[in-house]
């Protein structure tokens, strides 16, 4: 440390490697608040970008340990958006399947090519189909609302 003080020419390269690790830590830190601040608002942000900085950050772990545990939590909290994101659409996927599953047993039994099979011969046969087709329909639909999977 004298030899810093006594040299000058030793003093501002110091400083000058100083103030250039502090505008990197400055500018790391700029990006991960916009990457932040695009998450908050539900905005879609670049995936690859974001992993750059990731890979930035953990090529300099030791100098930035508060911006890497901040990216980490960004990274949880996009995971988490992508899981609630899928999870809605299976959500979606199961009760179409559950409202069309009945409705497929009733064609194949209506649709049979037997003489037996009750109203089918019938004047009314298509209109109790319908009707059964609807009041399934519909009846699901009541069942999922109530059940608040809608």
């Known amino acids: 440390m004298d030899t810093l003080r006594h040299d000058d020419g030793r ?9 250039m690790d502090i505008r990197s830590m400055e500018s790391l830190e700029q990006k991960l608040n916009k990457f932040e601040e695009d998450i908050f608002d539900g905005n879609n942000i670049d995936i690859k970008d974001f992993y750059r900085l990731k890979k930035t950050l953990l090529d300099s772990r030791k100098d930035n340990l508060d911006l890497l545990e901040l990216h ?4 949880a909290m996009l995971d988490k958006k992508q899981n609630e994101l899928i999870n809605k659409r299976l959500n979606i996927l199961t009760i179409w399947s559950a409202i069309f599953l009945p409705l497929s047993f009733y064609t194949g039994l209506w649709g049979m090519n ?3 099979v009750p109203l089918i011969t019938g004047d009314n046969g298509f209109w109790l189909f319908a009707g059964l087709t609807i009041l399934t329909i519909v009846g699901m639909l009541i069942y999922f609302k109530k059940q608040k999977w809608m």
Do not use: A, P, S, T
């Not at 003093?11 to 103030?19: A, D, H, P, S, T």
């Open 114 to 116: 037997f003489d037996d």
């Open 72 to 75: 980490l939590i960004l990274e």
């Open 11 to 19: 003093v501002v390269v110091f400083y000058r490697i100083l103030n």
